[in-house]
């Protein structure tokens, strides 16, 4: 009696659950994936079939071009900065003798703030007139902070040929206004937003790793750090590696506060994101099936890189 | 680490680039307050230190409006600060913001919680099949299929509502996963006891389940309060009209973007206000933040 009682329990349990995955998140796909074909936009009660069409343009037109490109270009760049930062942060903070905690703190308060809010901070901080970095950048000229970073003092480097005496000439760039620094500008943002969750997980994987590893590694002969780390650390945290780097990448493929804020997609469409590329087909010009079709391509991407981790992780993938 | 030699400079060099990391995360933050606290001019010439001087400036908006200069005098932080209430209503988007993460949260957990709860302890037939289902949903993040939900909302007429903002959220396939996680490792004599007490299934999940499951819950919590909090891209596709519904992150941008230039002050004020709410419960309760918002490495 129990036991029927309780299968009826679990249908009815489960049953809100279900109606909503179904609802919100795979007939979104169904729905999207259809109108990709079409043409259709909002107010329209119908629209004409394109077949391929929406696809053909996103990997031919050079607009569409400009966008994947500009989106790995983010990604290539983001996970492995941000990566690297977040590990040598956490390798050094795991290894201080005091203040560790101090400074995990500080670098995880970015991770909390609201990305808009930084990127609205950022864009005041790098302003050309008000802004503290460039007025910063420009206090340093003249003095031994342009000798310096002019690099005149490593033989054979022409110094007046250096980007910092060069842009204390002709004075210090729009960082989000240029086509050369913009993206990187919003990569910059990304990773200093980023680098700290990084952190958090690989400090939780290096208490994982016994002492006595470490030891018998250094019984054995791994006398350096470096030894060390590439024998026991790296290999030990291969599993945190593999979270840490589609986590970042999944996220980083859908920046979109940043670049909406600072750049909408300019200058000449360097920063044109493709989330920013769905907002601004579908919401702004009302492109549903050309906005449907980047998120199809776009979520093929996220998809294969989830799955790409589980089988990773299941497979439990040391690296070596 | 005990191997090796302890050295001393290995451990300046590490302070040392440490803490020139610490500038660089920190500046924005700084830039942010500080400006917040002070006048137009300060803001112009980079005067008076992080506080500003804290003088009185003439307001030149007041004075435009045909005001005596006597009441135009302005003390720099009061005036950043009251602008930005009074120019945009920001109370009523801080109001939005708490208004949808809490209905977020609530529903997340109405939903989630029996299922998870069945997912766990009950069976019947189809259960592996809805929990393969979990899994599979777990690879679409949402933001990814925000424009056919766009779509999906506009056609039944839901667009520019608190509806509309809260809908897509209902549902979270990972607050189930991580709870029937959890539940997994509740001992099944405490629910057989319940149910020898004669509770029904549905009070065990609340009465039984629920208090087992509050430090799960509570880092749940914090995950799912952070991310709808700070979250931009959402508001942003959905509202289109009136700003009654804007949440706070969307409030701001509204008022960067209606910015003439002057009013840098007030504007680091509203980004301020925003932000700082989530950074001091965070400083208080650091150890459950991280727990929180790093819980989707459990995955």
Known sequence: MILRHTRLAGYSFVLPALVLMFVILLVPVLVAAVLSFTDYSLGNSTADWLAWKNYEKIFTRSSYQKMLWASALYVLIVVPVSIALGLAAALAIHSLRFGGNLYKTIYFLPVMAALLAMAIVWETALHPTIGIVNRSLEAGCGGWVETFFSWGWIPGVDPESSWYASSCQEGFPLWLGEKRYALATICFIGIWQAFGFNMVLYLAGLTGIPRELIHAAAMDGARSGWQRFRLVTWPMLGPTTVFVVTITAIRSFQVFDTVEALTEGGPSKTTYVMMYAIYEKAVEQNLMGMGSAITIVFLMLVMVMTALQRYMVERRVHYS | ?299
């Open chain 2, 1 to 299: 680490m005990n191997t090796g030699t302890y050295s001393t400079t290995g451990e300046l060099a590490k302070h040392a680039m440490l803490i020139l990391g610490a500038l660089i995360v920190i500046l924005p933050f700084y830039v942010m307050v500080s400006f917040s606290l002070k006048s137009p001019q300060e803001i112009g010439t980079h005067a008076g230190g992080f506080f500003g001087s804290q003088q009185a400036f003439l307001d030149q908006y007041c004075v435009k409006l045909g005001n005596p200069e006597a009441d135009c005098w302005r003390n720099p932080a009061a005036y950043n600060y009251g602008n930005a209430f009074k120019k945009a209503p920001l109370l009523r988007y801080l109001l939005n913001g708490v208004i949808v993460t809490v209905s977020i949260f609530v529903i997340q957990v109405l939903i989630a919680l029996p299922c998870a709860y069945a997912l766990a302890k009950l069976r019947f037939w189809g259960r592996e099949l809805v929990f393969g289902l979990v899994l599979f949903c777990l690879l679409i993040p949402v933001h990814a299929i925000a424009l056919p939900l766009y779509i999906m909302l506009a056609n039944v007429g839901l667009t520019n509502t608190y509806a509309a903002l809260v809908i897509p959220w209902t549902i979270s396939v990972f607050g189930i996963f991580l709870m029937r996680q959890f539940f997994k490792t509740v001992p099944d004599d405490l629910i057989d006891a319940a149910r020898m007490d004669g509770m029904s299934e549905f009070g065990i999940v609340w009465k039984v389940m629920l208090p087992c499951a509050i430090p799960a819950l509570m880092a749940f919590a914090i995950f799912s309060v952070v991310a709808h909090w700070n979250d931009y891209f959402w508001p942003r596709v959905v509202l289109t009209g009136s700003r009654d519904l804007y949440t706070p992150p969307l409030g701001l941008r509204e008022f960067q973007g209606g910015l003439d230039g002057a009013d840098t002050g007030p504007l680091m004020a509203t980004a301020t206000v925003i932000v700082i709410p989530l950074l001091v419960a965070f400083l208080l309760a650091q150890r459950k933040f991280i727990e929180g918002i790093t819980l989707s490495g459990m995955k």
